[in-house]
């Protein structure tokens, strides 16, 4: 049991509600959905009808006006049942930010049915060339007449097939950021094509494609926040997008910690359980260390986010610092358990391949890295 401080006591009755809702709905399913390779699209519903798919966007717009600070603890618990399914709210809020932050009256009114649950998002940025340096993206959107005509590709992209609206980031000027613009899209739609998804590693029922877009018509009412500013919509939605993915990474890590400290107290070699030994009871200690220290970054950055503070930088130090404890931790929770850890009979091999995607997604952590020096270095 996790001692938090929250904000209101509507928070702590959210997160109790969340945990059950965890424990009932999503903690029995998930081993055979990952095995299946199945997205739990039903599971995303039941948490839409419980408000959970909008929680820090206003309530007057169908939000549940939360703070980040309790929106992160609520992707936590999620996490620690089951990854996918708190990645895909993760990246539907993400997906909702747009829209939300820089959407005309026009593009508001789909607020209430994106944050109830009703329409599901997908965040189209990355190509298959290139995903770091997201300014030098090509895909293009053509005016024509009343719509854009969108060509391309894009990659890596979650909910790609299951989405009902993607922002594309496309190119409807010249080279660099400055030409970028954001163009929400109704799908499926003619000329968009999502392809096979990709063989991963790991959250494999959260299936990422390749999609392509082929002459796609989007209405130029459709342009987010007007042309040219869909560079700074992406950074400034990824700031907050990073810390849903640093609260995954604390949810998955705690979820192995758990674990693993179980399996100790029972386990028994040389007559004893083996958490007596200190080699392995040195070994938890540093495990539970890493994710409260991961917890309090996270949440330390969404206070900065929730008082109207600058807190890009401190989002992406929690990404990072996040997803590689969770690396950390989930690979060590496998060497507890010995050959018993390696085999699909026990989740911590299956937390060990999700926490590698964390270190991944939403910028790497390199790109993290590089985000905060240039911080501590600019004039
Ligand atoms: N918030 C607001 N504006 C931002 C911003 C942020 N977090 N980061 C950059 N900008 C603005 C800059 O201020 C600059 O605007 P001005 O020209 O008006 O000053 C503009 O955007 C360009 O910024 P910059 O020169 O830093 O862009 P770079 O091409 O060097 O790219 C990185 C910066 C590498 C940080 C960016 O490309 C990035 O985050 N890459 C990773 C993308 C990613 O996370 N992809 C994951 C897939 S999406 S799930």
Known sequence: MIERILPTDDARDL?????????????PRAADFEARAEFPRAALRTLGRAGLLGLPYPEEV??????????????????????????????????CYPVAAYGDDAL????????GG???????????????????????AVRDGDDYLVSGAKAW????????????????????PDGISCLLADVPAAGITPLKPERTMG????PVSQIVFDGARVPAGRVVGGEGIGFKIAMTALDSGRLGIAACAVGLAQAAVDYAVDYAKERQQFGKPIATFQGLGFMLADMATQVSAARALTLAAARLRDAGRPYSAEAAKAKLFATDAAMKVTTDAVQVLGGYGYVADHPVERYLREAKVLQIVEGTNQIQRLVISRHLTRA
């Open 62 to 95: 169908g939000g549940a006006g939360q703070p980040y600070e309790v929106y992160l603890q609520v992707l936590e618990i999620l996490a620690s049942r089951w990854l996918t399914v708190a990645e895909a709210v993760s990246v539907h809020t993400l997906a």
């Open 108 to 115: 508001r009114e789909r607020l209430p049915e994106m944050l």
């Open 203 to 206: 959250l494999n029922a959260s």
């Open 15 to 27: 997160l109790d509600l969340v945990t059950e809702l965890a424990d009932k709905e999503l903690a």
């Open 118 to 140: 009703e329409l599901l998002g997908a965040y189209c940025l990355s190509e298959p060339q290139g995903g770091s340096d997201a300014a030098a993206l090509t895909t293009k």
């Open 157 to 176: 992209i979650t909910h790609a097939h299951s989405a009902d609206f993607y922002n594309i980031f496309c190119r409807t000027g010249g080279p660099g």
